[in-house]
């Protein structure tokens, strides 16, 4: 907290306290397994193309990435925010893909299409790897709520990381995807108004023309950030099933357009919110890994309850997304994958799961981890994912093309995180040199490998790969 005032630290912890009874007020209750794991009403009926474009948005407008985002403005000036906006064409992208697997190859679930194409343990080794990042997103958003209310592991910290996954949880037990989607709207409205509020305070202190020239394009000042998310953007999104999950809920066309607008959206407002991190650059406001909290409390108490609004609203989307999709994972697709059907008690299960997720996704939290390593790293490890889902049509059954492709990037990116990638693979002097260096010859690798079983005998002997 900015001040010692006991009625102020009242009304911020209250805020989160009444944030969660209201939102668990007004999300809708799901009353069978198409409303909690496929969001539909009462009626059967998908969500609207509305709801599905303000959930995609806000869902991925977490509060991770948008602390990202501003501290990337305030090291590299606006190219910094422009690198990380860049993640955001990943929904598009991901959109027009998971178009043409419904309308080309009949899939109806990135699990159930791998099953069919590349082998069941092809979907497993998936599945595992989407469980991590999901499991990344409950601890890297709690943090950054925390970190309003106290230090890295004091009281506070953990205390509001805490009450505010208990708020997240309660409302998501009631409805699954379908309160999720529902209060997405409502979190979507808070945020845009509160992130208008603190632009406010922020831009007309320099000027938007003197916040959007700030920074130099080159390799060592961000650009080769830049050119690491628009490789990503090619697998960055299939790991996500907050994100790809609302794929195939709605007719193709209908989830196609509001993926794009979804996206257009998202890359503004990230955009726009690294105009704060570029306003610390010029103010000299040191950054201690969280350039948004440090913003705020120069902004005084008014500026600081609306930071920490945009911050709640954005992790809270996010995070009732995370515990759906993990409750749909463990609790619908693991169990298909060992042959057996969901049966009664999915919905039991996929209640279980987020309460289980609520406990132990928190544990990275308390122990003070950085939320900067829940990105890019694990972008790397799935860099495998493009060839498989860009390139299947030139294959048959082929799971040798799955595992050539997947575990190649899986083991670049352990290599990376272990500084085990040699020096001479980075391009640039920059910071994310390494980074670019590794992504872009990983993808040739994983591309590589992925089309080597048509070297060796064109479709028959992919199709013989197992």
Not at 102 to 122: D, H, I, P, W
Not at 418 to 446: D, E, H, K, Q, V
Request: glycine share 12%.
């Amino acid at each position: 907290m900015t001040s010692p005032d006991p009625f102020q630290g009242l009304f911020f912890w209250g805020f989160l306290i009444v944030f969660g009874l209201v939102m668990y007020a007004v999300s809708p209750r799901a009353k069978d397994e198409d409303g909690f794991f496929r969001g539909t009403g009462t009626n059967g009926r998908p969500a609207s193309p509305w709801a599905l474009t303000m959930s995609v948005f806000i869902s991925w407008i977490f509060a991770k990435s948008v602390t990202n985002a501003a501290n990337l403005g305030a090291a590299y000036g606006i190219v910094g925010g422009l690198a990380y906006a860049t993640y955001w064409l990943s929904i598009p992208f991901a959109g027009w893909v998971i178009h043409r697997l419904r309308t080309r190859q009949g899939a109806t679930g990135l699990v159930s299409f791998l099953v069919g194409k590349y082998g069941r343990f092809a979907a497993l080794a998936f599945s595992v790897a989407i469980l991590v990042r999901l499991y990344n997103e409950v601890w890297s958003n709690t943090a950054v709520v925390g970190g309003y209310y106290g230090e890295t592991g004091s009281f506070g910290f953990i205390g509001a990381a805490l009450l505010f996954t208990a708020a997240v949880l309660l409302y998501s037990l009631k409805g699954g995807l379908r309160s999720s989607i529902f209060t997405d709207v409502i979190q979507a409205v808070v945020f845009v108004l509160f992130l208008a509020l603190v632009l406010a305070w922020v831009v007309p202190t320099h000027g938007a023309a003197r916040l959007l020239t700030e920074g130099t394009f080159t390799l060592d000042a961000g650009a080769d950030l830049l050119l690491v998310a628009l490789l990503q953007v090619l697998s960055y999104p299939f790991h996500d099933p907050v994100l790809t999950d609302r794929g195939f809920i709605t007719h193709e066309k209908t989830m196609l357009r509001a993926f794009v607008a979804a996206g257009v959206l998202g890359f503004v407002a990230i955009l726009a919110f690294s105009l704060v991190g570029v306003h610390a650059r010029l103010e000299g406001i040191a950054a201690h890994g969280n350039v948004p909290a440090q913003v705020a409390r120069a902004m005084g108490v008014t500026g600081f309850f609306a930071m920490a609004v945009v911050m709640i609203s954005s992790a809270a989307s996010t995070l009732d997304s995370t515990f759906t999709a993990l409750s749909k994972s463990v609790a619908h697709e693991l169990p298909l994958l060992a042959g057996r059907t969901p049966g009664r008690r999915a919905i039991r299960n996929g209640i279980v799961t987020m309460a289980l997720f609520a406990l132990l996704g928190n544990l990275p939290m308390m122990a003070g981890t950085d939320i900067l390593k829940a990105t890019t790293l694990s972008g790397t490890m799935v860099i495998g994912l493009a060839p498989v889902f860009l390139l299947s049509r030139w294959v048959g059954y082929s799971p040798l093309s799955f595992h050539l492709a997947f575990w190649t990037g899986m083991v670049l990116g352990v290599l990376l995180a272990l500084g085990a990638i040699p020096p001479s693979w980075a391009i640039g002097t920059g910071r994310y040199g390494l980074l670019l260096g590794t992504n872009l010859y990983g993808l040739a690798l994983c591309t590589a490998g992925f089309l080597a079983p048509l070297a060796f005998g064109g479709r028959r002997a992919a199709a013989q790969g197992a």
